[in-house]
């Protein structure tokens, strides 16, 4: 099994950046797709960014131009530094990992991570 482990979250004035990490252990690495997604109160859960083991990115459109997935894939780790925070970021992040490139949806991810808070003030 595999474990997704974020940190970074906070409290962050608008116009501030925070970086998120998602370190992943156990059996079953590497993980051909990571990613985030978030979910705000009484909003459903969405796309934030993901990236393949081979550098391929993604984005939703929310936050294309503001944030920025990366990965060591040495470290088994992914990260996401996000600029530009709006009071609309704010959300629960969850780290997640589509084991084999079949399809970085809700349903077809295989792992999550517990969520950190990221809150955005005005």
């Known amino acids: 099994q595999v474990q997704l482990v974020e940190s970074g979250g906070g409290l ?17 690495l590497p993980i051909n797709t990571m990613g985030w997604y978030r979910q705000a109160p009484g909003k459903s859960r ?8 081979g550098g391929t990115t ?10 920025t997935i990366s990965r060591d894939n040495a470290k ?4 996401l530094q996000m600029d530009s925070l709006k009071p609309e970021d704010t959300a629960i992040y969850y780290c997640a990992g589509e084991r084999y490139g079949l399809g970085y949806t809700p349903i077809g991810v295989d792992y999550w991570g517990q969520g950190t808070q990221v809150t955005v003030s005005t």
């Open 76 to 79: 088994n780790t992914v990260y």
């Open 46 to 53: 969405e796309l934030v960014a993901s990236i393949t083991i």
């Open 58 to 67: 993604a984005y939703g459109d929310s936050v294309k131009g503001r944030f």
């Open 12 to 28: 962050v004035q608008a116009g501030g950046s925070l970086r998120l990490s998602c370190a992943a252990s156990g059996n079953g």
